[in-house]
Structures are given as C-alpha cells and as structure tokens.
C-alpha cells in the first residue's frame, strides 16, 4: 500500500469495526505506517491515531500527549488501577464528545518499531489516550460508550457521519468540537 493512501476513516467506515490483527513480523511497511499514522495526527491535531483508524487493520497505534511520540505495536493492557471519566473526541467521529469512564492507571505492554519489547506505566490523560486507541484496535468506539441520553444527542449527527463517510475532508468547525482528539 502507498502512503499517500492513508487517510483517516471516519464514522460509518466498516474498518472501524474490524478487530486488528497482531503483527507477526515488524518489517519497513509497519514502519512506514507508524510514521504516516504520526504525520496525520499531528496535521489533525490528534494526541492518538490507531491503525484501523487510517484503513490498516493491523494491531498499531501512535500517541504523543506532549511528552513525545510513542509508535507501539501490538499493544496490551495488562493492568488496570482506579478509575477516571474524561470527555473524549475521537478524529474518526468528528464532531462528537462523549464522556468515557476508564481506568486512572494502566501498565501496557507493547512492541517498538524495531520490535524490542516496552512496558510504559500510564496515568491520567496519558492512560485515557492508550485505553482508547487500544479500544480502536477492538473495533470499539467512543459512542459505544454513551449513555441512553448521549445516543438520543448524537443520533442525527452519526447518521450524517455514516452517509458521508467516504467522501469529503470536514471542515474545521466539525473537527474541533472537543477538545481531546484521539
Ligand atoms: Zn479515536
């Protein structure tokens, strides 16, 4: 796959709902995904991408909060600590901010870009980012996560989302709408 193909899935998207498949073998494609996954985050002001959100269905993200870049594959967690709720907005459902409850602290383990094992101990935002983007690896988004009133809200708006989802770029009032893109 050419790089230039990449672009962000949204809403509506059957990848989206696709559970990744781990990666077997770390070779220069993986790579040259992660570093094309950092560029659209970054030009979209996201602080998290994960792989099926650009149409690869393969078990890797990208996260950088502030506090550097972080390419993981086959990323797990394998502790959780405490609990948090943080209003979260997701580049693949532009326009949407839903409350999400998750845990304050996570252990998560993963694989580098040249395969060495990490295990990054995460708190707070930074824990909230890796908890969602490892949920898109699930097929799992944040709308899933709304309570009966939020569905009843955004309802019309997720309907316009599908309808469109393959089309045109957004524009910049739909994108921002929340703070945290992720
Ligand atoms: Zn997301």
């Known amino acids: 796959m050419r790089k230039t193909e990449l672009r962000i899935r949204l809403f509506g998207d ?7 498949k781990p990666v077997k073998k770390i070779t220069d494609y993986h790579r040259d995904v992660l570093s094309a996954m950092s560029r659209l985050m970054y030009t979209d002001s996201g602080i998290g991408l994960a792989a099926p959100q650009v149409g690869v269905n393969e078990t890797m993200i990208v996260v950088d909060i502030g506090s550097g870049l972080y390419k993981l594959i086959n990323p797990k967690v394998v502790k959780k600590e405490g609990s948090q709720v943080t209003e979260e907005g997701c580049l693949s459902v532009p326009g949407i901010c ?5 845990a304050r602290k996570v252990l998560v383990t993963a694989l580098d870009e040249s395969g ?4 990054i101990e995460a708190a707070d935002l930074f824990a909230c980012v890796l908890q969602h983007e490892i949920d898109h690896l699930k097929g799992k988004l944040i709308v899933d996560y709304a309570s009966f009133f939020e ?6 708006k997720l309907k316009a989302l599908r309808e469109r989802y393959s089309h045109e770029k957004l524009s910049q009032s739909e994108t921002k ?6």
Not at 14 to 20: G, S, T
Not at 116 to 119: K, L
Not at 151 to 156: D, E, L, N, T
Request: aromatic letters at 0%; glycine letters at 0%; charged letters at 45%.
């Open 14 to 20: 059957p990848v989206l709902r696709k559970k990744a």
């Open 98 to 102: 839903i409350k999400v409850r998750r």
């Open 116 to 119: 060495e094992p990490v295990s």
């Open 151 to 156: 569905k009843v809200r955004i309802k019309r």
């Open 177 to 182: 709408s929340c703070k945290l893109q992720l």
